[in-house]
């Protein structure tokens, strides 16, 4: 009976280690050159894959009824992810389930595709800590790779801007005529939607055109299951990595009008490049378990205010005075949610539009420095503030 017990709660803990969403893992070194790779390459035989959860982003609610709708019951999910690394490059293979296959078509602009996303910590002369998940920081940059299920499209210029140069409803072409047009694109068509942006925070997400990165990303549906692939340099004028490469992986839904933020989201996941020597300071920050009392920590909430302005119960609305907490344990670490208490500045969380709620906004400019409109929380005492992070890392939708 003991020798099952144990076996019991060891299983236990080996399943809720999987399950802890932030991890750290190997990118096995080969020889292979990797800017070709997509899912179906065999270099992946040499790969170990992890399961990383990614959870709801639910920091702003969309102003799409049928989104909400659509999204509410939204949980974590596992992602298979594994990595290789040549020394030059670094490829990425992502499996997620979906039970609808979303494919934006060219024409269509009221469909929303399936697609997936891996975010870099782009190059600092200091590394940590590390940017923040939404999209990067003041100083702390990140490189996001997009890759989106669409049909591919005709791009004369090279520029990945031009889809279809008909007004269907206005040239008077019908028919026979149309139709022979959208064969002529479909046979021209050439480049699939994969983007590059680098971003540092706040509405600065910029998308890299000048082919200054050089990275390959592909998608593939098959048996109610996505994998998307992607592969980069390790270093390029944006990103400068070796030893421990941080990244997150993101994945939208289209059968759920997934875009944007309304996707989900992991929290930073190190990836240790085998064959050379791990950052350990940057995977203590994705790996750090907190060693607060969570339960504690849900009383000093409530007595300093926190659900005043914070959804962090689904069972009250979110409103519009802060973000939604009830995912923030999915994709923030616990470093990040330290710092949201002790220096709420350091990150302003991108939000509403100022002007549609200037009653609450979530942040005021001072001498042109976004100054939060949180409470300042570094009168706590330490105990209470690492209680307060280990009850915000519980706050996470179930996985499915
Ligand atoms: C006066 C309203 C207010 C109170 C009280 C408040 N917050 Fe906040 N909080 C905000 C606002 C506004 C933001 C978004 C701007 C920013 O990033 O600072 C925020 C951001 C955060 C974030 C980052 C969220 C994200 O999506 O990354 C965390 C974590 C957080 N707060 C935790 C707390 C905790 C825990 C408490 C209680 C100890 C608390 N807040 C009390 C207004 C508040």
């Known amino acids: ?42 270099v992946w035989s040499k790969a170990k894959f992890a399961t990383v959860v990614l959870y709801p982003q639910t920091a702003i609610e969309f102003n799409d009824k049928e989104a909400i709708e659509a999204n509410k019951d939204n949980k974590g999910k596992k992602a298979q992810v594994a990595a290789v690394h040549n020394g030059k490059e670094i490829a990425i293979l992502v499996k997620w389930a979906d039970g609808t296959k979303n494919v934006q078509g060219i024409k269509c602009t009221d469909t929303y595709s399936d697609g997936f996303a891996v975010q870099f910590a782009g190059a600092t002369k200091k590394a940590q800590p590390l940017p923040y998940i939404g999209m990067g920081s003041d100083g702390r940059p990140v490189v996001v790779h997009l890759q989106k299920a669409t049909e591919k499209v005709y791009e ?10 008909i007004n269907r409803q ?3 072409v019908f028919e026979k005529e149309l139709a022979d047009f959208d064969a002529k694109v479909a046979s021209l068509a050439n480049t699939d939607f994969e ?4 971003g540092e925070g706040f509405r600065s997400l910029t998308e890299i055109k000048d082919k200054s990165v050089k990275s390959n990303a592909s998608m593939k549906y098959n048996d109610k299951a996505w994998s998307g692939a992607l592969s980069r ?59 607060g009392d969570a339960a504690k920590g849900k009383e000093a909430a409530e007595a300093n205010g926190c659900n005043g302005c914070h959804q962090l119960d689904k069972s009250v609305p ?12 999915g ?44 409470t300042d929380y570094s009168f706590l005492d330490k105990k209470t503030v690492e209680d307060i992070v280990a009850y915000l890392k519980t706050l996470k939708a179930e996985v499915e």
Not at 156 to 165: A, I
Not at 254 to 283: D, P
Not at 356 to 363: D, E, L, Q, R
Request: proline share 3%.
């Open 331 to 374: 994709y923030s670490t616990a470093a990040y949610l330290r710092e949201s208490l002790l220096k709420p500045s350091a990150v302003v969380v991108p939000g509403f539009n100022r002007n549609a709620h200037s009653n609450t906004p979530w942040y005021n400019l001072e001498k042109g420095k976004r100054i939060s409109t949180m």
């Open 170 to 172: 206005q040239t008077g």
């Open 156 to 165: 004369p210029n090279g520029n990945k801007d031009v889809s279809t140069q």
């Open 1 to 42: 009976m003991k020798k099952l017990l144990t076996t019991i709660l060891s299983l236990g803990i080996a399943a809720s280690a999987a399950l802890a969403g932030d991890l750290s893992l190997t990118a096995a070194k080969v020889s292979d050159k990797l800017d070709a790779v997509n899912v179906d390459s065999a």
């Open 233 to 291: 340099s390790l270093k390029d004028d944006y990103m400068n990595a070796s030893g421990t490469v941080p990244v997150a992986i993101a994945v939208w839904d289209g059968t759920k009008h997934g875009r944007n933020g309304l996707k989900l989201l992991s929290s930073w996941v190190a990836i240790n490049l085998e064959g050379q020597k791990a950052n350990a300071a940057i995977v203590a920050e994705a790996t750090e378990a907190t060693k």
């Open 318 to 329: 979110a409103g519009t005075m802060a973000p939604s907490l009830v995912n923030i344990g």
């Open 195 to 198: 983007r590059v942006f680098v």
